[in-house]
């Protein structure tokens, strides 16, 4: 009988031990492992109108297996629009704050989680990552109606060129690009590719961003929804993730997003 009590027990601890990942996992590869603080930017939430809610959460996820520490933060003022995601056309008559809005990111923690970006000091952040989604364009900055010609919300352009100046990384996935590029000189970047390809399971219908960043003195390198470039140089990363337009392929993007994510990480490190 103690001798099947102490082959059981002996069984049971050798399962416990095969359980890294749930039970006494260390850590990813990259970063000071829990000690690394990130900024993460919002634009709203919903892929028309804020910041895409696979991006957003997808990063986070990303953030938390490689042990960094992350605050986010979206600009308390009203968004350009609020977009009905059924019809994809603008519902009249609402206005959203994107702050409030980006606060559904937050898990029910609110402003313990989600801040005022003026309120963003880089001295208190290793990197910063912006998601993507068409609050890009809409709410951070001006493209939707001025293309390359765009204003960046100022807060936005201040923090780009604050963690730029610090050599800070930054992260940028899907259009994000489009920001650090208007206001940043000689950038390496990536948003997919630089015509509409079709793919097997998808296509590039927005290569026309990709026009328009080359024409502010940017220099795009083409890649897959799964990768992302490095600018070493400039401690820029980005990944072109929902750039690609796909019905149901979205590990895609996950591991996009986790390329990129791996390696503002690995920079924060240095």
């Not at 629009?81 to 206005?95: L, R, T, Y």
């Not at 820029?236 to 390696?263: L, Q």
Request: aromatic share 10%.
């Amino acid at each position: 009988m103690l001798a099947s009590k102490a082959l059981l027990s002996k069984q049971a601890a050798s399962v416990l031990l095969r359980q890294p990942a749930c039970l006494v996992h260390h850590g990813g590869d990259w970063g000071n492992w829990g000690n690394t603080n990130i900024a993460v930017v919002f634009s709203g939430c919903g892929w028309w109108d804020g910041t895409d809610v696979h991006e957003g959460a997808y990063t986070m996820y990303h953030l938390s297996r490689n042990g960094a520490r992350f605050q986010m933060f979206a600009p308390n003022q009203q968004q350009m629009h609020v977009f009905d995601h059924m019809k994809k056309q603008p519902a009249s008559g609402e206005n959203r704050n994107m702050m409030m809005e980006s606060a559904r990111f937050s898990h029910g923690q609110g402003m313990m989680q989600m801040q005022d970006l003026s309120r963003l000091d880089v001295n208190s952040f290793d990197a910063v990552i912006f998601p993507g989604g068409h609050g890009i364009i809409k709410n951070l900055s001006s493209f939707n109606k001025d293309g390359k010609d765009c204003k960046l919300h100022n807060d936005v352009e201040r923090v780009l060129k604050e963690f730029h100046k610090s050599r800070k990384p930054i992260g940028l996935s899907s259009m994000a690009p489009i920001l650090a590029c208007r206001v940043l000189p000689n950038l390496e970047v990536t948003m997919g590719y630089e015509r509409d390809e079709s793919s097997r399971w998808g296509n590039w219908p927005n290569t026309n961003m990709v026009q328009a960043l080359k024409s502010m003195g940017a220099r795009h390198n083409n890649r897959e929804a799964y990768e992302a470039y490095v600018d070493e140089k400039n401690k820029v990363v980005s990944t072109p993730t929902f750039m690609w337009e796909t019905d149901y392929h979205y590990h895609y993007i996950f591991d996009g997003i986790g390329n990129m994510v791996k390696h503002v990480m690995r920079m924060t490190a240095k």
